[in-house]
């Protein structure tokens, strides 16, 4: 493959690295990762938000507009197709954000960073 060639590598984790580094298993920003799927966690909600608005503009539309309802009726399923297929991405980045805090926790061996005084 000519990726390969070049020195680039495809992880199972999305984790990235610079060109010709290895992952090694060493030192992870666990609070970068969670952030990281948290916050792409929330793009897709909102995309999903709006192919779900668009469904529903669409649909009003075929209402709306006898003689393009079609057309209006296609928009509509492939946006509600789209939406589903972002919740599904949603679902994904939420388990991988409750993966990397599950990471950190096993990494911690458990300890609870937060300061007791009592």
């Not at 649909?59 to 296609?74: P, V």
């Amino acid at each position: 493959m000519a990726e390969e060639e070049q020195g680039h590598h495809h992880h199972l984790h999305l984790h990235h690295h610079k060109e010709g580094e290895e992952y090694s298993g060493g030192n992870v920003d666990y609070e970068k990762e969670k952030k990281h799927h948290k916050h792409l966690e929330h793009l897709g909600e909102l995309g999903a938000t709006a192919a779900s608005a668009y469904a529903l503009h669409e649909k009003h539309e075929a209402k709306k507009d006898s003689e393009h309802s079609h057309e209006h009726k296609i928009k509509e399923e492939v946006a509600a197709v789209v939406a589903v297929g972002v919740g599904g991405f949603v679902l994904h980045e939420h388990h991988e954000k409750k993966e990397a805090k599950r990471e950190e926790k096993e990494a911690d061996n458990g300890k609870d960073h937060r300061h007791h005084l009592f």
